[in-house]
């Protein structure tokens, strides 16, 4: 029971240095620009994406430095292309499922109101709901494996490696467990916390992201072929 002991405390310490790792380097840049992203997400979605990856692996190559300068080219909009397609792959199923299970609902009478149109609304609502629950769990699955493996890589094809993924998690299930409950709480706490800390939900965001690069990162140093560092 005593040799589980110095695995646990490294697990629980990557949660805290994941927690703590967007604010090492000081670099207000860093800040503003991935604020400057999130606010107008529907147009720089892809430069954002990018720099996820960029963060996670500057987190595989060196976990003690901070966060990585925005340096604005041709591969980091090329890896957040790729990294976007990989997300919407994984939310097609669900799209897909959406409006057949809000009809499923709204006919079924799920709605609280009799009123069609407001029903309607209200089908939409439950089915998101439903459906948000497995695609957070498919993508936390998968993802973290997966953006690890092409930050460190730089293949597109790691990225749509479902297979890999999985064997990456059965491979060591309790670094993965820590990491998804590093990533999970640091979406917590940058989308409900942020708020009620009067900080916003839009760094709170941001925040969110790059706890999850570092999460993600530990995988990949977990592996069997460890980057340096």
Same mark, same amino acid.
């Given at each position: 029971? !005593?040799?589980?002991?110095?695995?646990?405390?490294?697990?629980? *310490?990557?949660?805290?240095?994941?927690?703590?790792?967007?604010?090492?380097?000081?670099?207000?840049?860093?800040?503003?620009?991935?604020?400057?992203?999130?606010?107008?997400?529907?147009?720089?979605?892809?430069?954002?994406?990018?720099?996820?990856?960029?963060?996670?692996?500057?987190?595989?190559?060196?976990?003690?430095?901070?966060?990585?300068?925005?340096?604005?080219?041709?591969?980091?909009?090329?890896?957040?292309?790729?990294?976007?397609?990989?997300?919407?792959?994984?939310?097609?199923?669900?799209?897909?499922?959406?409006?057949?299970?809000?009809?499923?609902?709204?006919?079924?009478?799920?709605?609280?109101?009799?009123?069609?149109?407001?029903?309607?609304?209200? !089908?939409?609502?439950?089915?998101?709901?439903?459906?948000?629950?497995?695609?957070?769990?498919?993508?936390?699955?998968?993802?973290?494996?997966?953006?690890?493996?092409?930050?460190?890589?730089? *293949?597109?094809?790691?990225?749509?490696?479902?297979?890999?993924?999985?064997?990456?998690?059965?491979?060591?299930?309790?670094?993965?467990?820590?990491?998804?409950?590093?990533?999970?709480?640091?979406?917590?706490?940058?989308?409900?916390?942020?708020?009620?800390?009067?900080?916003?939900?839009?760094?709170?965001?941001?925040?969110?992201?790059?706890?999850?690069?570092?999460?993600?990162?530990?995988?990949?140093?977990?592996?069997?072929?460890?980057?340096?560092?």
């Amino acid at each position: 029971m !005593a040799a589980k002991r110095p695995a646990y405390g490294c697990r629980v *310490k990557l949660v805290a240095e994941s927690f703590a790792w967007p604010f090492r380097g000081r670099r207000r840049s860093t800040w503003a620009a991935g604020v400057l992203c999130v606010l107008l997400l529907p147009v720089l979605f892809i430069p954002l994406l990018g720099y996820a990856i960029a963060a996670t692996r500057a987190a595989e190559q060196d976990p003690s430095q901070g966060p990585p300068a925005w340096r604005m080219s041709a591969s980091l909009l090329a890896d957040g292309f790729w990294t976007a397609l990989a997300v919407l792959l994984t939310l097609l199923p669900f799209a897909i499922a959406w409006d057949p299970l809000s009809s499923a609902f709204f006919n079924a009478g799920a709605s609280p109101t009799r009123d069609p149109a407001m029903s309607g609304i209200y !089908a939409h609502v439950i089915a998101f709901f439903a459906l948000a629950l497995p695609w957070g769990l498919v993508a936390l699955l998968v993802l973290p494996h997966a953006t690890a493996s092409f930050a460190a890589t730089g *293949k597109p094809a790691d990225l749509f490696n479902l297979a890999a993924a999985v064997r990456g998690v059965r491979r060591d299930f309790a670094t993965w467990n820590v990491a998804a409950a590093a990533i999970v709480t640091g979406w917590t706490i940058g989308l409900a916390c942020a708020g009620l800390l009067c900080v916003g939900i839009v760094p709170g965001i941001f925040y969110a992201i790059l706890v999850s690069a570092h999460a993600a990162a530990a995988l990949h140093r977990s592996g069997p072929h460890p980057s340096a560092g």
